[in-house]
C-alpha cells in the first residue's frame, strides 16, 4: 500500500516538474502571456525535518515555485514555508495546490495527511 503511494507521489512529481517547465517555457516564448509572481506563507502539517525537506525539495523542482525560507514551529504556529509561485493568479489557488502535493508526500511517507495546520490558511 505504502509502496503504491511512494510511486503515486513519484509520478505527480514527474507531472508536476513538466508541467510547470511547459508553461515556463510557454510563457518565455510568448509574449502576450504574462506571469503573477507572489510570496506564498505556506503553514505546514509536516512535522519532521525529512518531510520538510522533502517538500521544499519538490516544490523547488517544480519550475515557476522556489521556496524562499523555512520558519520552525513556534508557540503553537506549525512550521512554515515561504514560498515564491511565478504563476499566482490568486493566493487560494497556489496554496490547494501546495497542499495538495503536502498531501501526497504525506501520504507517501505514512503520515495520516487530515491533520490540518493548528494555524489555518496563510498569508502572501
Given at each position: 500500500?505504502?509502496?503504491?503511494?511512494v510511486l503515486?507521489?513519484?509520478a505527480?512529481?514527474?507531472?508536476e516538474?513538466?508541467?510547470?517547465?511547459?508553461?515556463?517555457?510557454?510563457?518565455?516564448?510568448?509574449p502576450?502571456?504574462?506571469?503573477?509572481?507572489a510570496?506564498?506563507?505556506?503553514p505546514?502539517?509536516?512535522?519532521t525535518?525529512?518531510?520538510?525537506?522533502a517538500?521544499s525539495a519538490?516544490?523547488?523542482?517544480?519550475p515557476?515555485t522556489?521556496v524562499?525560507g523555512?520558519?520552525e514551529?513556534?508557540?503553537?504556529?506549525p512550521?512554515?514555508l515561504f514560498v515564491?509561485a511565478?504563476f499566482?493568479?490568486?493566493?487560494?489557488?497556489?496554496l490547494?495546490d501546495?497542499?495538495?502535493?503536502e498531501?501526497?508526500?504525506?501520504?507517501?511517507?505514512g503520515v495520516?495527511a487530515?491533520?490540518?495546520?493548528?494555524r489555518a490558511?496563510?498569508?502572501s
Amino acid at each position: 500500500m505504502r509502496l503504491i503511494a511512494v510511486l503515486s507521489y513519484l509520478a505527480y512529481l514527474v507531472r508536476e516538474v513538466l508541467a510547470g517547465a511547459w508553461r515556463v517555457a510557454r510563457s518565455a516564448v510568448t509574449p502576450s502571456l504574462t506571469s503573477s509572481p507572489a510570496i506564498i506563507e505556506f503553514p505546514l502539517r509536516c512535522r519532521t525535518d525529512l518531510q520538510i525537506t522533502a517538500l521544499s525539495a519538490s516544490i523547488t523542482i517544480t519550475p515557476g515555485t522556489l521556496v524562499l525560507g523555512t520558519a520552525e514551529a513556534w508557540e503553537g504556529t506549525p512550521p512554515t514555508l515561504f514560498v515564491h509561485a511565478l504563476f499566482a493568479p490568486d493566493r487560494e489557488s497556489v496554496l490547494t495546490d501546495l497542499r495538495d502535493m503536502e498531501t501526497r508526500l504525506l501520504r507517501a511517507a505514512g503520515v495520516p495527511a487530515d491533520a490540518s495546520p493548528s494555524r489555518a490558511g496563510g498569508r502572501s
